[in-house]
Structures are given as structure tokens and as C-alpha cells.
């Protein structure tokens, strides 16, 4: 629908042919673009369609449609739009028990479908000592919606999701990776393909927050994983309003929209990390934002450098775009040991790659290639994080107090009993 | 047991108000016109386009002049380096069928 805002908007009568599926979507994209008026012809073509006699039997019933959209006078409220009235979106919001504040925030859509914590004013309060910006301080404004992500509701996102204090400067540096041009997250969060953004954090605050970045990384289990993760899904859906079915059109959608958070196992890497290979200093905090709607796990069929390279390129194959090749420390270790580095592993995977035969698939911009991240802990498993666009990184700025703030809240661990 | 009352506040975000817009004044008729046919990056578009140029062909023959216009890119036209280059061809024609192949 942008494309017919901007016919619109640059005084040219226009109309769309839209799936029937998709009429919420378009309605909404309308809207957010202060059109709201604009015309689409509902058809019955099947999405992404390569069957010519289907699409012409679509196009012949809705033609009529077409002409009429753009011949027809248009209507009073399609001349002069009336604004909707406005959400409340400050102060309290409601009073209730904690039972009755789950039913509230789930029937406004305002949850992922699990329970959250009550984002009362002290726990908001509690939130922002994660941070030396003020509540009121714009990171930026969330597609499709625009919605201003402001570091208070950033916050009550996260207090929602359950995450720490300490989690605040991640989430802050995560959205403003987020919401660079180069991520493309105004495409991947509202298009078919149900991509989910996927984190990697470097830097001592790794340690700090106790991401995971060894066994499990990508397993729930670990509070800083599943919370940052998470409330970077609560604000795609309350700032950005990327709502699934009617923004936000994943057809299958994507379990890693409830988190896909790992730290790179930066201590049992034998190479430089992940962000001082990519523009960071080593002791920097960098958090790197991508936007993958797949994650495959193989194991090599060797374990020499060979095999564990064949094995990657194998399952490849030709027609990937983005690659997060995630290597576990035993893999790393036996690459370097044979002389890989990570550039020469990129190089490898890249000038190896079969030719790409035509899919006839939309052409996405913005593919970048391979990049190599260390996680996971023993065993011998290697992941394929599969996109299609950009990798984004952003610094990481902890607030003044940040020792006091790690000394708080970084004891909060799980002690799991022997049995 | 009475539970805990809480006071909670919202996790929707602000907006600008958006300045609302109406559409633009429709063709009296399509006859004798440029109508432009846009289709986006999706693979089903192009196809939608040239469907849409045959059904209008027949129906009108002559009495209309069809352009088209093919996104390259995959972003937000509006916002991406295609922009100037479809502000251009918008000048050119009298009206606008979008495909966008979804």
C-alpha cells in the first residue's frame, strides 16, 4: 500500500490490487501513512502466485472493481479523513489483581501470549536505573506504526517481559540497531517471511548479564536471553503496532519472535570476537541486530577442518543470501588450529558457492553474505541462522552507576539442585 | 485471600498525530487517459501487471495508453533510491494500478 500512498501523495488518482487475505494490512499500512482513505481492490489471486491462468481469472473479475476505484467521486470521509481517537498511553491504565491484570493486557493485545510481569510505576522506576537517559528520551520511532520508542516505554516493555534492570542498555542499543535503514526492519517485521530479529551481544557485559553464550544459548532457561529477547518482541508489537494477521503478515510465523538472544562464547573463542572483527574495539559492548526466519543445526560429517567446512557449504547449497554460521568452541578451536580464520571461512563459503539458480522468488536487497559467531557449549553441533538482509551493530552505553547495578542484580542466578 | 491491587500503566507507545490526507480527485473517465501500471519486487506482480494490461487492452483497445513501471529494490519505494526515479513516472501518467503480488 505505501507504493499507492505515494502515488497519492503525489496527486495521481491510485488503486491496489490487494490478496484478500491481506485487507487488514492494507487498511492499516493506509492509515499509518495518513491516508487512510486509500483504495484497494480485494482479489482472489493466490499470494505470490506463478500460476498465469489464476492471476488472469483474479485480474478479470476484479478489473471492473479497478476502473470503478478510480473513476468513482470520492466520498466525504475519503475527501476529509476524522482522526481516530486516541489510546491512552500515559499514566495508569488500570487497577487490578494480578489475575485480572494478565486478562487486561492480553485482551488489548499487548502480550505475547504468556504471562507478564505488572509494569506498575515502581517497577517502571526500578527499570530505568538500567539507564542515565531521561524517560522521556526518543531511541527512535517504531515501524509500521510509528510509535515513539521512548526510553519509559522501552522500559515497561521490559519490566512486562520480566527482564532486568541491567537488560536496559541492550534494549537500548538493540532498538537503535533495529531501527537503522540498513536492518530493513520495516520490511522484515510485517512481511510474509516471519522473520524475528535475532541478537548477538559481545563485550564484558556478557558477563555481566549473564547472557548465555555456552551450553543452550538459544535454549530458554536464562533470564537475560529470554527477557532481552522478549521485550524487543513486546515492542515490535505495542511501539512499532506490528500486530500478527494484521501488520505483522509471517504466514508461519516464527517461535525465535519470543527471543533469539545468544552472547558469543567470546572465552572459549580462539579468535578475535565477533564485533572487534566487525568495527568494535574488543572491550567495546555491542550488541548486533539481524533479522534470519530460519535456524538449522548440523552436525559435520568430520571433524577435521574438512568436514566441518564441506558440511557447512553442503547445507547451504546455493540460494542462501545471509548466513550467521554459528561455530561451537570445539569446531573453532580445530579451524584455527588448521589455520582458519573467520575471514578466510567467509571467503571460502562465499567464492565456493554452486551458482544460484533463479527461484523466480522476490528479489531482496541488502544480503551481506557469512559471518562467524562462536556459542554453544561441548558437543559438536553447528547452527545456520538463515536471512536474507543486514547485520546492525550498535555500542552498548551503560549508565554511570553500572558496577553498583551489576553487583545488585548479577548474583540473580538459577541454582539448580543435584540429583 | 485478597490478592495485591496494582496500578499499571501502558505498554502502547505515543505517536505524532499524523496529518490525514484525503485522496485525490478520481478520472471522469479512464478513456483517453495514461493509466501507469506499477508492480513491486514480489515475483506475482509483474505477472498481476501484465494481466491487468491485457484485461484493460481489451476492454478499452485504443482509447487508453498504458505505462509501466517495475520496482527494482525491495524497501519502501518512497524512501529508497527508486523514489525520484518513480516520482518521475508518476508525472507521466494520469493515474495508478499497484500490484503488489500479495
Not at chain 2, 491491587?5 to 498525530?17: I, R
Request: aromatic share 6%; proline share 7%.
Amino acid at each position: 500500500m505505501y507504493d499507492t500512498i505515494f502515488a497519492e501523495q503525489h496527486n495521481k488518482p491510485a488503486v491496489a490490487l490487494v490478496n484478500q487475505g491481506f485487507v487488514h494490512d492494507a487498511r492499516s499500512a493506509a492509515a499509518s501513512k495518513g491516508v487512510p482513505g486509500a483504495r484497494f481492490v480485494l482479489t482472489s489471486i493466490p499470494c505470490e502466485c506463478t500460476v498465469t491462468d489464476k492471476i488472469a481469472a483474479g485480474v478479470q473479475e476484479a478489473i471492473g472493481d479497478v476502473v470503478a476505484a478510480l473513476t468513482m467521486p470520492l466520498k466525504p470521509e475519503e475527501m476529509s479523513p476524522a482522526a481516530r481517537p486516541t489510546e491512552v498511553t500515559r499514566g495508569a491504565v488500570f487497577s487490578g489483581d494480578l489475575s485480572e491484570i494478565q486478562r487486561f493486557y492480553y485482551k488489548r493485545g499487548w502480550t505475547d501470549g504468556l504471562p507478564i510481569l505488572p509494569p506498575t510505576r515502581d517497577a517502571l522506576d526500578e527499570m530505568l536505573a538500567g539507564t542515565d537517559l531521561p524517560p522521556e528520551h526518543i531511541v527512535g520511532k517504531m515501524i509500521p506504526r510509528l510509535g515513539k520508542a521512548t526510553v519509559e516505554k522501552i522500559a515497561i516493555n521490559a519490566v512486562m517481559a520480566g527482564a532486568l534492570p541491567t537488560a536496559m542498555p541492550v534494549l537500548i542499543a538493540a532498538v537503535e540497531a533495529m531501527l537503522d535503514p540498513l536492518s530493513s526492519y520495516g520490511i522484515f517485521q510485517v512481511t510474509t517471511g516471519s522473520w524475528a530479529p535475532f541478537l548477538i551481544v559481545n563485550g564484558p557485559i556478557r558477563d555481566q548479564l549473564r547472557i548465555n553464550g555456552s551450553s543452550g544459548a538459544l535454549s530458554p532457561g536464562d533470564i537475560a536471553n529470554a527477557s532481552i529477547g522478549r521485550a524487543i518482541g513486546l515492542m515490535a508489537r505495542n511501539l512499532g503496532g506490528a500486530r500478527k494477521g494484521i501488520e505483522d503478515m509471517g504466514v508461519l510465523g516464527n517461535p525465535a519472535k519470543y527471543s533469539m538472544v545468544l552472547a558469543e562464547n567470546e572465552a572459549a573463542s580462539p579468535w578475535p570476537p565477533f564485533h572487534a572483527r566487525h568495527g568494535s574495539e574488543a572491550d567495546d559492548n555491542c550488541v548486533t541486530v539481524s533479522f534470519p526466519n530460519s535456524y538449522v543445526q548440523i552436525v559435520p560429517r568430520g571433524t577435521d577442518d574438512a568436514g566441518i567446512i564441506d558440511t557447512i557449504k553442503e547445507r547451504l547449497g546455493p540460494v542462501w543470501r545471509q548466513a550467521t554460521v554459528v561455530i561451537c568452541p570445539s569446531h573453532a578451536t580445530t579451524l584455527a588450529e588448521a589455520g582458519w580464520t573467520p575471514e578466510r571461512l567467509v571467503q571460502e563459503l562465499e567464492t565456493t558457492r554452486p551458482p544460484v539458480p533463479d527461484t523466480g522468488i522476490g528479489r531482496l536487497s541488502g544480503a551481506e553474505g557469512a559471518r562467524i559467531v562462536v556459542a554453544g557449549g561441548p558437543g559438536a553441533w553447528i547452527g545456520l541462522v538463515l536471512g536474507v538482509g543486514r547485520w546492525v551493530s550498535r555500542p552498548v552505553c551503560v549508565p554511570a552507576n553500572w558496577d553498583k547495578l551489576v553487583r545488585k542484580y548479577g548474583e540473580y542466578v538459577p541454582n539448580y539442585l543435584r540429583y | 485471600m485478597v490478592e495485591a491491587l496494582y496500578d499499571v500503566l501502558s505498554p502502547w507507545a505515543e505517536t505524532d498525530p499524523i496529518p490525514l490526507s484525503g485522496i485525490t480527485a478520481r478520472l471522469d473517465d479512464v478513456r483517453g487517459k495514461r493509466i501507469g501500471l506499477y508492480a513491486n519486487y514480489k515475483r506475482a506482480a509483474a505477472p498481476i501487471q501484465g494481466a491487468v494490461e491485457a484485461e484493460l487492452s481489451r476492454r478499452y483497445g485504443s482509447a487508453i495508453t498504458i505505462e509501466r513501471f517495475q520496482q527494482a529494490g525491495s524497501n519502501d519505494i518512497g524512501s529508497s533510491d527508486e523514489g525520484a526515479q518513480f516520482s518521475r513516472w508518476l508525472e507521466e501518467v494520469d493515474a495508478v494500478i499497484v500490484a503488489v503480488g500479495d
